[in-house]
């Protein structure tokens, strides 16, 4: 059946929106055709003057499944996704037992979390200190790149037994692996041994608040973590991806290491954009993450960064603790570190980066859903409006102005730092391949698809 979208808007580079059509058929865009051109159509939708941009992709989500699902699972995960405009999660190997390091494991969690997913879904794999411990782990590594995992996460910086980081040595190891393979490895890029050294000295002071917990995870940890990874990108030639980068000097370096043709990326989250130390301050563990937010100049310097090309994506980090209690556990350094953010990734940075000026819409769709279809080698069908694509879409209402609360969230536990922040511009339909997922109205009013049916997407890999 061919499915006809009337009555909508659509980038045509820099701040531009041009009237257009779309025509779905069999999950794909068929064609993008101009207004009141002669197409056959069996169902017809007016979208109301909607501006439709490519559905995003988070590629970087922690929902817990299986394993942690008192945080997240893919159900709850998806559904908030599908209410942000998202259309393909990428959820990371590391949070979930047992992790993704081997075929077997993969399998496993394919088959808890296959049922679930309202939207599209790939899968980090990973390589820990764990896995290097064991005989054969480059032959169950590339087994998981051929079975299709979209990349490999590794930490320099872990607190997760079942997923222990790597020293340089071990990284070099990988890095020479996925080289010859030809995926990417995500990188967690902090220093291990200056961190260690700082969070001793802060414990020993009886340091126990937000300011105490960022100092012992300064921006020059990123730094060195960063030196650490383009010193082994140079000696390798491998890809390499830095995660939730949060300091402006080790953008600094990623944006050197570019322009000496290294095989390195960035990406920043939401929270960086958003929040600086004194947020953390005041919002204490709700807004504790790792990295850790840093200074207003930090901040400024990302927002810059994401405008200019330095920074090739932004990733919602979504990783939600147990609210409230593993928020307020007494201590700073218990507290659970992480925030949900894959609902409001896309009307944040719609509202704070294209309203105020400082993203262009067409930089906007590059950062939610080009680039991070290259990054996990979909390109070739997904993050774009074009014909022959899958038909995932974000249809936005630009000028709906409306207040972010948490208890009007979509994921299981619900709390953010951006409470209480009013946006303007709201996602008001996500279609996954032709298929209407969610729609929400202004009065409350909100509909989900009923059952859910997003696919696994592998890497490289077409329809």
Known sequence: MRTRLLNLRVPAGGNERRAAELLLEEGRIAAVLDPGAEASAEEVVDLGGALVLPGAIDCHVHFDDPGFTEREDFATGTRAAAAGGVTCV??????????????????????????????????????????LDSRGWACRLEELVAAGVAAIKVYLLSGMETFRDLDADEMRRVLEATARLGVPVGVHAEDRALVAELTAAARARGGDGPRDYAASRPAEAEVRAVETVIGLCRATGARAHIVHLASGRALDLVTAAREERLLLSAETCPHFLAHTAADFERLGSQLKTAPVVKSAEDRDRLWRGLADGELQLVASDHAAGVWPEEKSTGSIWTDYGGVPGVELMLPYLFSEGVQRGRLTLERLVEVVSTAPAELLGVGHRKGRL???????????DEQAEWTVRAAGLHNKNRYTPLEGWAFTGRVRETWVRGRRVFAGDMNGGEWFAVPPAGRWIRRGVEA
């Open 386 to 396: 074009q014909a022959g694509l899958d038909a995932d879409l974000a249809v936005l």
């Open 90 to 131: 990428c959820d990371m190997p590391c949070t979930s037992l047992p992790p993704v390091t081997d075929v077997e494991t993969l399998e496993a969690k394919l088959a808890v979390i296959r049922p679930k997913a309202l939207v599209d879904y790939m899968l980090w794999g990973g390589v820990s200190a764990n896995l």
